[in-house]
């Protein structure tokens, strides 16, 4: 199988790994963690959950159509979250439901893992989100 590995415009640069991995034949296109960082590497959203979830879910959708798929292409999401406890959820749903009409996500989700986490890519990272989309 061949394998086709970059980063679109418009996602973090550079970085040490590329964002996107396309194989063809049945095409599976896998969407590295993404964070609430802009194409520049500026944060947002510092300390809000539900702001960071709708920047990295934007930035996954920026990952998904460089490689010509969208969220109807998602087989799966996971979603990891920094010293995660259930009293979180709501905050993580609504910048799930923030963003879901702009990006084309279907509510309910694609089937998605939700992994707590001690830490992640910097301090003031809170989500993290991948995306794994199947083309026909």
Known sequence: MTVQHFTPDGMLQPVPYHHVAVGTGTTHVHVSGQIARLADGSAVALGDLAGQVAQAL????????GAGASFADVLRLTFYVTRWSPEKIGDLMAGVGAVAAEIGLPLPL???????????????????????????
Not at 58 to 65: D, I
Not at 110 to 122: H, N, R, T, W
């Open 110 to 136: 694609p089937p998605a893992s939700l992994i707590g986490v001690d830490y992640l890519f910097e301090a003031d990272v809170l989500v993290e989100v991948e995306a794994t989309a199947l083309l026909g």
């Open 58 to 65: 934007r930035n996954t959708s920026v990952g998904l159509a």
